[in-house]
T-cell receptor, first 114, second 113 residues
Framework: GDSVTQMEGPVTLSEEAFLTINCTYT??????LFWYVQYPGEGLQLLLK?????DKGSNKGFEATYRKETTSFHLEKGSVQVSDSAVYFC?????????????FGKGTHLIIQP | DTAVSQTPKYLVTQMGNDKSIKCEQN?????MYWYKQDSKKFLKIMFS???????INETVPNRFSPKSPDKAHLNLHINSLELGDSAVYFC????????????FGQGTRLTVV
């Protein structure tokens, strides 16, 4: 079956530091890949996505590139802010059909200190 | 306008009770879902519903049942609540079931005492 593995936190960084959250996946088909963010007490919001190999998703200074050869979709940001503190989820939906819904990683809790 | 809305936001109830969580989406999407997030933040699909086709995650107890009166609504009914049902339940919707992102509601925190 499909699975997503991401680094577990908490990850604690100082403001303006460089961020990388690793994500790798296994899928039976040709998946679309997503990063979702969950701020404290809120639901999940789509942060960015990529639907085919070498696509780069970007939003709010975050980027991730779909690497089929390494089955990875690492999230990066050049300079984090305190407001980026949240839980980040890597997820996929397989090309075989999304009726099975998103497959999520376990989430990475990011804490940014001023 | 809230795209995916679910009520209530918080639900505290006793073991053995029956409860429902409502979900509505105003995005015109064809597919709706219920996810469960446990205390460790792990998210897992419970159900998806597309054009009256229900896909059930085989690990979900049959005490849980989704009800869809129309394409814009997917309610979750839970019978004989147990302590282990305590979690945050998220409703979501997507345009279709093929490689499109899901839009999530704000979640319902269910606490069974």
């Amino acid at each position: 079956g499909d699975s997503v593995t991401q680094m577990e936190g908490p990850v604690t960084l100082s403001e303006e530091a460089f961020l990388t959250i690793n994500c790798t996946y296994t899928a039976t088909g040709y998946p679309s890949l997503f990063w979702y963010v969950q701020y404290p007490g809120e639901g999940l919001q789509l942060l960015l996505k990529a639907t085919k190999a070498d696509d780069k998703g970007s939003n709010k200074g975050f980027e991730a590139t779909y690497r089929k050869e390494t089955t990875s979709f690492h999230l990066e940001k050049g300079s984090v802010q305190v407001s980026d503190s949240a839980v980040y989820f890597c997820a996929l939906i397989d090309s075989g059909g999304g009726a099975d819904g998103l497959t999520f990683g376990k989430g990475t809790h990011l804490i940014i200190q001023p | 306008d809230t795209a995916v809305s679910q009520t209530p936001k918080y639900l505290v109830t006793q073991m053995g009770n029956d409860k429902s969580i409502k979900c509505e989406q105003n995005l015109g999407h064809d597919t709706m879902y219920w996810y469960k997030q446990d205390s460790k933040k792990f998210l897992k699909i419970m159900f998806s519903y597309n054009n009256k086709e229900l896909i059930i995650n085989e690990t979900v107890p049959n005490r849980f049942s989704p009800k869809s009166p129309d394409k814009a609504h997917l309610n979750l009914h839970i019978n004989s609540l147990e302590l282990g049902d305590s979690a945050v339940y998220f409703c979501a919707s997507s345009q279709d079931s093929e490689n499109t992102e899901a839009f999530f509601g704000q979640g319902t925190r269910l606490t069974v005492v």
